[in-house]
């Protein structure tokens, strides 16, 4: 028999078998046993929390042939069906691929078709998020009007990002992630099943690693045992998870906090060369980060993540070093940049930019108040700090000022435009440069609704209406192709890039 990864063999197949989400459990179950279904639910939350594995115990719930105190009996056909994916009625749509929209496209038709095989057809449209402005319009058409044996639940890791228009029509449930504690008792229910030894401390690292989510503890703990056997201790997983180095953390914070630009980026590619990967040291630095919060702030030693006894006397050093405010900056940027790099692996440059904007929030923090702004920041440092014209302050300010007015009007839009960066303006058009890796980014500002936002501040702020162009800058920051294409494209006196 193939082999089932575990977390697909353990995909909780009953209300109560869901681990926490307690209180969304609970609604759900008792509309189950009042027979008060919604026609939709969005279900909002980190991945590898429940909201698949619940929209699933739902979907049998309304179509079970046997239901048991509102509990699925998972022996039907309709249950098995449905465990198996081969349910008719029950529709996955993953929003975040091409074929997701298309099917959203036929949606508002396909839905008037009664269930062929049970009493409710059910579609669950997970990274609901993902879908362009004119699929939303087409679900939220076929959700305002549903027919009566139709039911949608969407699923989402980024519910800021769904209209308020589609989240006002649907049952909010928001998921949460899981806590080390459900984790670990997860772990040990599993592993006593599967004959798998798997000692404490071993279990607390991988539940700390998850990060709340479930679904990365199972994976971790099927990696583990496909290389270490049945076996597995603290030793084992910092080999798979290839921690890095701790002293080697203890190291680059000392530079960052130094404001060491040289060294920094010297410490970055001696750990890359070793073949860490950059998502992977910034990720880590995140957690010493966290480490040091903790040990600073409470919690104290015993939760200690990634630091360990020896680097106590670093860490005594560097929580004097940052304030409060330091470390959760620090632990944002840090966060954010392994977020850019999830899905541009090997992109040595964004980490360095990532480091020395952590640098560059340590040093402006004593002298306010200097507006760090992303990409500005990094490569200011890159060139040590030049002095800024006055010319560039001014756009920097400007900048600032539209990003401000944006996120007043609407957070989303902010959260994508914030990717970009103001180029210049040359007759009536202001142009806003995304970097290559920003295209998602970049197609999202494009469509009208986000376009109009920033239309309507330009016009506030320059009292008449100007175009805007959105177009892509070299990801390069190296070395000056990036300024050279730009001066070609518009011309000297209007592109001020910092350089
Ligand atoms: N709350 C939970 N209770 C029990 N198992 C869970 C839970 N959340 C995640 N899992 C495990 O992780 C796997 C993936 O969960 P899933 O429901 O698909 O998460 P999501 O849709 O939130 O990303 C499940 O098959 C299960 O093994
Ligand atoms: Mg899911
Ligand atoms: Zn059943």
Redesign the pocket.
């Known amino acids: 028999m193939a082999y089932l990864a ?7 197949r009953r209300f109560n ?5 307690e209180q969304t459990v609970t609604a759900l179950h008792n509309a189950v046993k009042e027979k008060k279904i919604a026609h939709a639910y969005l ?1 909002a ?11 699933k115990i739902l979907a049998k719930a309304v179509n079970c042939e046997d239901l048991q105190e509102g509990e699925p009996c998972n022996s039907c056909s309709n249950c098995l069906d449905i465990n198996q994916g081969n349910f008719m009625d029950v529709i996955e749509i993953d929003a975040a691929s091409n074929r997701g929209i298309d099917e959203i496209r036929d949606l508002r038709e396909k839905v008037r078709v009664l269930p062929a095989q049970g009493k409710y057809k059910v579609y669950i449209i ?1 990274e609901v998020h993902m879908l362009t402005t004119e699929a939303f319009n087409a679900l939220l058409k076929t959700i305002e009007e549903p027919p009566a044996s139709v039911m949608f639940i969407l ?1 989402t ?1 980024e519910a800021q990002k769904i209209p308020a228009t589609i989240r006002s029509r649907c049952q909010n449930y928001n ?1 949460r992630r ?1 806590t080390n504690e459900e984790i670990i008792n ?1 772990l040990n229910v599993i592993t006593a099943d599967n004959g798998i030894n798997l000692d404490e401390e071993a279990a607390l690292l991988i539940a700390r690693r998850a990060s709340g ?3 990365d503890a ?1 994976s971790v703990l099927d990696q583990l045992t496909s290389y270490k056997g049945q076996v597995i201790n603290k030793a084992d997983v910092l080999d798979i998870l290839g921690l890095v180095d701790n002293l080697f953390l203890a190291r680059l914070l000392d530079a960052v906090i130094a404001g060491d630009t040289n060294n920094i980026i010297k410490l970055l590619g001696l750990a890359i060369n070793e073949g860490k990967e950059a998502r992977q040291i910034a990720e880590e630095m995140s957690l010493y980060l966290r480490d040091i919060m903790l040990y600073a702030y409470g919690g104290g030693v015993a939760e200690l993540l990634v630091a360990t006894n020896e680097l106590l006397p670093f860490m005594d050093r560097q929580k004097e070093a940052m304030t409060k405010d330091d470390i959760i900056n620090g632990l944002q940027i840090m966060l954010d940049t392994g977020e850019r790099l999830r899905y541009r692996e090997g992109q040595r440059f964004l980490l360095e930019l990532g480091f020395l904007e952590l640098a560059q929030a340590f040093t402006t923090s004593t002298k306010l108040p200097t507006v760090p702004v992303r990409e500005e920041v990094g490569r200011e440092s890159v060139q040590n700090f030049k002095q800024k014209s006055e010319k560039d302050e001014a756009k920097e300010i400007l900048w600032q000022k539209i990003l401000a007015n944006v996120k007043e009007i609407k957070i989303p839009t902010h959260a994508l435009l914030s990717q970009g960066n103001l180029l210049g303006a040359k007759d009536n058009v202001v142009y806003i440069g995304f970097k290559k890796g920003f295209k998602f980014h970049k197609e999202r500002m494009e469509e009208r609704a986000n376009k109009e936002i920033v239309a309507t501040v330009l016009e506030e702020i320059f009292n008449r209406q100007v175009e805007i162009e959105f177009i892509f800058i070299d990801d390069e920051y190296y070395n000056d192709i990036m300024v050279k294409k730009a001066i070609e494209f518009f011309g000297e006196e209007i592109v001020e890039i910092n350089d």
């Not at 575990?6 to 909780?12: E, F, G, I, K, S």
């Not at 939350?45 to 929209?55: D, E, Y």
Request: glycine share 12%; aromatic share 12%.
């Open positions: 575990l977390y697909r063999a353990w995909r909780p078998e869901v681990v926490g989400q279900f939350g980190p991945r590898g929390t429940g909201k698949t594995s619940l929209a997970d699923a890791t998921f899981l997860r989510s479930l679904r199972l």
